[in-house]
């Protein structure tokens, strides 16, 4: 009987060395070395957070997790960044939520040209809150992010119209000819304006020669291409931003003990905070420039804020429609959401 007894403590304790090894905690464990890409210049603007991300994590893991980034899509393109994360190319990737807009179509309802948050810190950290309120709250936007870990979401920033005549208002923009691109040069054109393609870099020159009135650069922008040289306005709001998100392969998320795992996402708050600063350097100095050189920020009340996101009801309708033919029957809270969000992170 002894024997039999002492048999099965031995079976029962064996039985539990694979349960222990599953709870390891970050002392027992070996440690990882994961490999993250972006696809801009290496630790510059939002990319900053990341690499205080990492630096931070290796130093509250004692060395236990590196990070071994891959910058500049010098492991894979943008566009392939989603399936080489899922295949295992990469452990942690960035992806863009606007360059993705079929695979994430409720979460790119921040792309829309009809709802936009502050350029500022402050505003930045809102946006990121938002979209994780709306995968919170809404299962239909949850689900497009479950064959991945989602470790944060990093903000971009605005286009913002800056022209040679105010512009507070939607009817203010009736037969300006209106340089830019995308569906903010459509929110333009419902809003009465001409529109006229124009990239960034040619901005100046049709501002210069009178082919545009006004166009779409970002602040930083005003001070790159020196805008501020031939328009008078610059109306400190945007017409909508895409997001970064930073997602994990699953495997290797799962890989990881609990107790590293959540230093990880303690860490994410802050390189959102280091990421939104690093960005709003660029829109620093294109206000001073503005400023120094004796023009107008346009500053919106919340009901001229209001009457933008009525006016661009065509577009809004047109999205309705798409998610509507995509089966996704929560769209129109999604919206609505986001719009609420949006105009409180302005008042």
């Not at 130093?59 to 492991?75: A, I, M, N």
Request: proline residues 5%; negative net charge; hydrophobic residues 45%.
């Amino acid at each position: 009987m002894k024997y039999k007894y002492w048999l099965g403590i031995l079976a029962l304790a064996l039985l539990a060395l694979p349960l222990a090894a599953c709870s390891s905690t970050p002392a027992e464990w070996t440690g990882v070395t994961l490999k993250f890409a972006y696809t801009m210049p290496q630790n510059v603007t939002v990319s900053q957070g990341w690499h205080w991300w990492a630096e931070e994590l290796e130093d509250r893991t004692d060395g236990k997790v590196q990070v071994e980034f891959y910058p500049g899509g010098s492991l894979f393109a943008l566009d392939a960044a989603v399936d080489s994360v899922t295949a295992g190319v990469a452990d942690i990737a960035m992806i863009s939520i606007g360059g993705y807009a079929q695979r994430f179509p409720l979460s790119n309802v921040g792309s829309m040209p009809t709802a936009s948050f502050p350029d500022s810190v402050e505003g930045l950290l809102d946006a990121n809150d938002a979209l994780n309120t709306l995968i919170e709250e809404f299962p239909e936007v949850a689900a497009e992010w479950t064959d991945f870990k989602l470790l944060g979401l990093y903000q971009m920033l605005n286009y913002i119209p800056q022209s040679k005549m105010e512009i507070r208002v939607p009817s203010d923009l009736d037969g300006v000819k209106m340089g830019g691109d995308g569906l903010k040069l459509d929110f333009a054109e419902i809003c009465g304006a001409v529109p006229i393609t124009t990239a960034p870099p040619d901005m100046y020159t049709s501002l210069q020669t009178g082919l545009v009135d006004a166009g779409f650069l970002s602040w930083s922008q005003a001070n790159v291409y020196h805008s501020y040289e031939v328009v008078s306005y610059f109306m400190d709001y945007g017409f909508g931003a895409t997001s970064l998100p930073i997602i994990m392969n699953l495997d290797s998320w799962n890989a990881i003990p609990t107790d590293v795992q959540e230093i990880m996402m303690e860490l994410i708050p802050q390189s959102q905070t280091v990421s939104a600063a690093a960005l709003m350097v660029g829109v620093t100095s294109g206000r001073a420039a503005v400023t120094g050189s004796s023009k107008t920020i346009v500053t919106l009340t919340p009901a001229e804020i209001a009457q933008w996101q009525t006016a661009g009801a065509p577009l809004d309708a047109d999205w309705l429609d798409e998610m509507d033919g995509k089966g996704l029957t929560s769209a129109d809270d999604v919206l609505a959401r986001w719009k609420e969000l949006a105009l409180e992170a302005w008042e």
